[in-house]
């Protein structure tokens, strides 16, 4: 189920450089999202929507957050909109992270803009959470406070050391698998990340679920552009990143 | 209110408005907005014989007013179609065109006698597809060969036949008379134009396939001009498409000699873009004195 319209931006801030976090007063969208889950917005005067991943939703408020990098002249576009101004989305979409109940143990781990779906899935287990985020570097950092607010352990890797520890998110994931093996691990970021954790999660055997990212059409299942290669039952073929993921179950993809 | 009924190549329309062939699935995928039945009709996504697994990614590029794809006809295959997506349709009230997008003649007359056994309304053959190695355009781009295919398809079906040209072409006129001398009851134009973007960081394409079709608002005058020419060479009715993103674009595409007229790549940034064409048409149609939507086709008064 996903609505579309056009929704009042509560709330705009620069996280850091080109990095943008809004939130969004949408009750209809925010009562049956899903973390994990992502919002297909238009950039006015351009031919596609973009999908960006939810950050975090509140139900009770009737909000969801989105925070996004610009990559290019639409998301140049999407980021000039205003507080107060509206803003056009179809959402929630996707098949979202599954959740384990309470009491079970979570690594979650985002590679630079890969960060923001960990908002809300990190949020379900609260001190249950470890939560593994890397950057280029110090001014590139975002959302440690919001991990930290929710009662997350935050591990904060910088490809140069200019914040926390030096390197990168596989050598923070290995120390912490080491210690103590959690019951799920969830990731998102650079497809070269992502293998090596769903390679590190195979070799500890626990299960890994992954969000990813390709070039959008419909957002809705329609147009099948956004072909992603998975395996079931042995048989390789192509499913799509906006209806089938963006979350997939790590034994399913092929990098 | 307008009558915006139509009679395309024996079918009846309740407005002309369809989706067009890869662009809106097959119907389910826009349903939790507004219910499919509104539409005129529908032209699903193109079927092979067996299931089709496409290019690889990525198979979408944004360009000026426009998009490329590069799918490569990525389907479930004709008996999925046949067993799960008509039998759904054919509960909404809306004329089914079964778009057929064989590899070869023999694969595309067989398709055509599986849909001439089925419940679909219509059929719509593509010989026009610029993504795939084996048939497609290769089809399209030549009289010859798209007589061929007509054809052989039109041995193996009563339904009404319409045929899906490529502008990739010297002369779309000539390809529609081809098809229409071998039976065809309607042509349907334009496919996408094979276009390319490169990323200049990388100097990759951007489309793993290195090209693919353009489709949006970019191609539309294009798209009307074929509409014109084809639709003044031919008798047989024609479907315009290419570019349409709002009612006054298909009140031109209809003036330009179209009976009927397909979406696709406006609906991906406005899901409400078919439904408000409907709406569109009709209050233009009422604010223009027009009481039915059949009084403009090929309205146009050329210079």
């Known amino acids: 189920m996903y609505k579309h319209g056009k929704y009042p931006v509560t709330e705009k801030k620069a996280v850091a450089k080109g990095i943008f976090d809004f939130t969004i007063s949408c009750k209809e969208v925010a009562e049956i999202a899903q973390c994990g889950q992502f919002v297909h917005v238009a950039a006015e005067g351009f031919m596609l929507r973009r999908p960006i991943s939810i950050c975090d939703i509140d139900k009770e408020k009737g909000t969801i957050r989105i925070v996004f990098e610009v990559r290019g002249k639409g998301t140049e576009k999407i980021s000039d909109i205003k507080k107060g101004d509206l803003i056009d989305m179809i959402a929630p979409l996707g098949k979202g992270f599954k959740i384990l109940e309470k009491g079970k143990k979570a690594v979650c781990i985002g590679g630079g803009i890969g960060t923001p779906p960990m908002v809300a899935v990190a949020k379900e287990y609260g001190e249950n959470a470890t939560v593994i985020s890397g950057f280029r570097s110090a001014s590139a950092v975002i959302l440690q406070e919001d991990f930290k607010a929710q009662g997350n352990n935050t591990i904060l890797c910088t490809d140069d050391g200019t914040a926390g520890m030096k390197g990168f998110v596989t050598t923070a994931l290995e120390e912490c698998l080491d210690k103590e093996k959690p019951d799920i691990i969830y990731a998102c970021g650079p497809s070269a990340m992502l293998k090596a954790v769903v390679d590190i999660a195979k070799k500890n055997g626990v299960y890994c679920q992954v969000s990813l990212e390709e070039r959008m059409g419909c957002g809705v299942g329609a147009c099948l552009v956004c072909a992603c290669k998975v395996v079931k039952d042995g048989e390789e073929f192509y499913a799509h990143v906006c209806k089938d993921g963006p979350v997939f179950s790590a034994e399913e993809v092929v990098f | ?303």
């Open chain 2, 1 to 303: 209110m307008a009558d915006l009924k139509v009679n395309f190549a024996g079918v009846e329309f309740k407005n002309p408005v369809i989706p067009a062939s890869g662009a809106y699935g097959y119907g389910r995928e826009y349903e939790d907005l507004y219910p499919v039945s509104l539409l005129g009709g529908i032209s699903v996504k193109g079927t092979t014989l067996n299931k089709k697994d496409g290019n690889p990614p990525p198979r979408i590029a944004e360009t000026y007013a426009g998009m490329l794809n590069s799918v490569g006809l990525q389907n479930g295959g004709v008996k999925k179609f046949l067993n799960t997506e008509l039998p759904y349709l054919k509960t909404k009230d809306i004329v089914v065109i079964s778009n057929i997008a064989g590899a070869t003649v023999e694969e595309c007359r067989e398709l055509a006698a599986l849909i001439d056994n089925s419940d679909a309304d219509m059929i719509e053959l593509n010989i026009s597809c610029p993504n795939v190695k084996q048939g497609g355009a290769a089809f399209g781009t030549k009289c010859d060969s798209a007589a061929a295919i007509t054809r052989a398809v039109r041995s193996a079906t009563t339904k009404p036949l319409m045929v899906k040209l490529s502008p990739n072409v010297t002369s779309i006129v000539d390809i529609a008379k081809a098809v229409e001398a071998e039976g065809a009851d309607a042509v349907s134009l334009i496919n996408t134009l094979l276009g390319m973007r490169i990323d200049i960081k990388t100097k990759r394409p951007i489309l793993k396939n290195n090209v693919g079709g353009l489709s949006g608002p970019a191609v539309f005058p294009v798209a009307v001009r074929m509409v014109w020419q084809v639709a003044n060479a031919v008798s047989i009715p024609v479907c315009g498409m290419g570019g349409i993103s709002c009612a006054e674009d298909a009140i031109e595409m209809m003036m330009a000699g179209a009976q009927t007229i397909q979406l696709g790549a406006a609906i991906f940034n406005n899901p409400y873009a078919p439904v408000e064409i409907i709406e569109g048409m009709n209050k233009w149609c009422d604010e223009n004195g027009v009481r039915s939507i059949t009084e403009i086709i090929g309205a146009v008064k050329p210079w």
